[in-house]
């Protein structure tokens, strides 16, 4: 069965500061991948996804991530981030019918 | 309006008391699946369904039941519901029963307590 790990639980970091969330899968095939966001008191939404093609996707926000078939990650990235950004991501590789998900990162932007 | 709605949202019970918690969605997906969320642990499924009268177990199947009679519903069973059944759960649709390229619809989310 696929598995996913996220480091770095929690994440503080100031407004216009850069973030880079990690994300490294394990599967033996065709693999999409998925960062989900989830802000306080609501629901999943989907950031980005890939599923083929350029390995560099761009998602929702200002986010942005990088398949690395090689080393089995897709990290997020976002240049400059702003409070708003507060919340808790999640990375997903689907694969074999089921979707499985890391364990997420908390992530706090002061002002 | 394409939605996944989830009932009750927010719901208190006793343990060993049975309780359903209803899963419809407006699209006609085929794919259905229930997470539960925990601190820590991310989510991790419990059930998905590919199809009507077609389910199968997810990484965290015991105390759980579902059923899919119709294409829309997907209800979560909880025959004898415990303390570590607390938890925020969360239903999931998709068009294909592969979610390749699809999007992927979330409820909004039941939290659960069982005391």
């Known amino acids: 069965a696929q598995s996913v790990s996220q480091h770095n639980h929690h994440v503080i970091l100031s407004e216009a500061a850069s973030l880079e969330l990690g994300c490294n899968y394990s599967?033996?095939?065709?693999?999409?991948l998925f960062w989900y966001v989830q802000y306080p008191g609501q629901h999943l939404q989907l950031l980005l996804k890939y599923f083929s093609g350029d390995p560099l996707v761009k998602g929702i926000k200002g986010f942005e991530a990088e398949f690395i078939k090689s080393k089995f990650s897709f990290n997020l990235r976002k240049p400059s981030v702003q409070w708003s950004d507060t919340a808790e991501y999640f990375c997903?590789?689907?694969?074999?019918?089921?979707?499985?998900f890391g364990k997420g990162n908390q992530v706090v932007v002061i002002p | 309006e394409a939605q996944v709605t989830q009932n009750p949202r927010y719901l208190i019970t006793v343990t060993g008391k049975k309780l359903t918690v209803t899963c419809s969605q407006n699209?006609?997906?085929?794919?259905m699946s229930w997470y539960r969320q925990d601190p820590g642990l991310g989510l991790r499924q419990i059930y998905y369904?590919?199809?009507?009268?077609?389910?199968d177990k997810g990484d965290v199947p015991e105390g759980y039941k579902v059923s899919r009679k119709e294409k829309r519903n997907f209800p979560l069973i909880l025959e004898s519901p415990s303390p570590n059944q607390t938890s925020l759960y969360f239903c999931a649709s998709s068009p294909r029963r592969e979610h390749s390229g699809n999007t992927i619809y979330f409820g909004e989310g039941s939290w659960l307590t069982v005391v």
């Open positions: 369904s590919m199809n009507v009268e077609v389910t």
């Open positions: 699209m006609n997906h085929e794919y």
């Open positions: 997903a590789v689907y694969g074999n019918n089921r979707l499985a």
């Open positions: 599967y033996g095939g065709t693999v999409n």
